[in-house]
């Protein structure tokens, strides 16, 4: 019964989630009320903030979805792999599989679905948000291999880093070219931005 309850739950999270991004990406975040989210689902606005507390949520769950992803990859490296080679390593995975986390996927959906975060300050301001929780996952992951202080900068410096790759990566696909085309070009890309990163003692 609990796992008839659970999947029923999910799929009323992504009913919610995916009439929300479709009104969203047609008229804009701000020009959609959250009633005529539910409306579009099929249910009541009460029902739509117990899945999803704020407006923002409809949205930054696809990115909340990668929460911690960095800390977790450090912690589960394999045994003699580097922190920062498993998240280079896992990066480059990203960008092979075409991940919308690394810019580089030119789906119309996925473009614009980064066009309005980028260009909406509300949603903008919550992904910074998510990455300051990110940064201190990852702070901590790594704290357990080095002192605190240079843990902290570490993970500064890696978020940075994959937030300017993803980015440029997604303004490549804007222009014009392919995710095909970029892919080598976002690798190196990738290669230098990991190996301008400090080594941890």
Request: proline share 5%.
């Amino acid at each position: 019964m609990t796992g008839l309850r659970e999947r029923k739950r999910r799929q009323v999270h992504e009913a919610i989630s995916a009439a929300a991004i479709t009104l969203f990406l047609e008229r804009g975040f701000d020009e959609v009320p959250v009633a005529e989210v539910a409306a579009s689902a099929g249910v009541s606005k009460p029902t739509l903030f117990k899945y999803f507390p704020a407006k923002e949520d409809l949205v930054l769950h696809r990115i909340s979805d990668h929460r911690g992803e960095a800390a977790r990859v450090v912690r589960e490296r394999g045994a003699g792999e580097a922190p920062l080679a498993a998240l280079h390593r896992h990066f480059l995975a990203g960008l092979e599989r075409r991940d919308p986390v690394t810019g580089l996927n030119d789906h119309p959906e996925v473009l614009a679905y980064h066009r309005m975060i980028f260009s909406t300050p509300s949603l903008a301001a919550r992904v910074l948000h998510h990455m300051a929780y990110d940064e201190e996952a990852l702070a901590a992951a790594l704290a357990e291999d080095t002192d605190e202080l240079t843990a902290l900068l570490v993970a500064g410096q890696v978020l940075a880093a994959q937030r300017v790759l993803a980015r440029r990566n997604w303004l490549t696909l804007v222009e014009g070219t392919t995710a095909e085309r970029a892919y080598p070009s976002a690798v190196a890309a990738a290669d230098r931005a990991f190996a301008l990163l400090p080594v941890l003692p």
